[in-house]
T-cell receptor, first 117, second 111 residues
Framework: GAVVSQHPSRVICKSGTSVKIECRSL??????MFWYRQFPKQSLMLMAT?????????EQGVEKDKFLINHASLTLSTLTVTSAHPEDSSFYIC?????????????FGQGTRLTVV | GQQLNQSPQSMFIQEGEDVSMNCTSS?????WLWYKQDPGEGPVLLIA?????ELTSNGRLTAQFGITRKDSFLNISASIPSDVGIYFC???????????FGKGTHLIIQP
């Protein structure tokens, strides 16, 4: 299957700082990537849809100024958590599909464990 | 955000037993997917279903896309220790849409 790589896998940052997480599609071009958040022992919740060359689409309740998304190329999307707070500590996971047609399979990155202290 | 109704929440079974879990939704999805997630890692796709009524197998795994497009089930036959983990169903409306996940089924296999 397709490979999606996420970096870093773990990050610890201080409150008030910003953290950038990268999501790369390694063997295909992804016009659309997705960012999810997963709190401990809970399911994945979609945060936003990252569109190459245009603005991201955020789910209800997700602050776009706090979670900045940049999808500058067909193989890279970045999520920046700005002014991080302890409650932002979570597992962030990206996914990418191989096309915009129906029947696209979504492949996930390894996830990034963010801890804000 | 919306979540799918996935059950059971957890299962304690003996090695060799068959496993069945299902997901239901109040709205229609055009694609159903089943994932397995190990601790600290991203979900790994097990089976993708694209047509209502479709029954698909992947080794010991079998999944079906419900006729109403509002439900799906996953069966695992003859469970083995490496089947331990959390299984998630997910629905997708269109190929350009993100996924809506179930709450997960935690599979525990007792020796």
């Amino acid at each position: 299957g397709a490979v999606v790589s996420q970096h870093p896998s773990r990050v610890i940052c201080k409150s008030g700082t910003s953290v950038k997480i990268e999501c790369r599609s390694l063997d295909f071009q992804a016009t659309t990537m997705f960012w999810y958040r997963q709190f401990p022992k809970q399911s994945l919740m979609l945060m936003a849809t990252s569109n190459e060359g245009s603005k991201a689409t955020y789910e209800q309740g997700v602050e776009k100024d706090k979670f900045l998304i940049n999808h500058a190329s067909l193989t890279l999307s970045t999520l920046t958590v700005t002014s991080a707070h302890p409650e932002d500590s979570s597992f962030y996971i990206c996914s990418a599909g191989q096309g915009a047609e129906l029947n696209t399979e979504a492949f996930f990155g390894q996830g990034t464990r963010l801890t804000v202290v | 955000g919306q979540q799918l109704n996935q059950s059971p929440q957890s299962m304690f079974i003996q090695e060799g037993e068959d496993v069945s879990m299902n997901c239901t939704s109040s709205s229609i999805f055009n694609t159903w997917l089943w994932y397995k997630q190990d601790p600290g890692e991203g979900p790994v796709l097990l089976i993708a279903l694209y047509k209502a009524g479709e029954l698909t197998s992947n080794g010991r795994l079998t999944a079906q896309f419900g006729i109403t497009r509002k439900d799906s089930f996953l069966n695992i036959s003859a469970s083995i220790p490496s089947d331990v983990g959390i299984y998630f169903c997910a629905g997708q409306r269109g190929g350009a849409d993100g996924l809506t996940f179930g709450k997960g089924t935690h599979l525990i296999i007792q020796p």
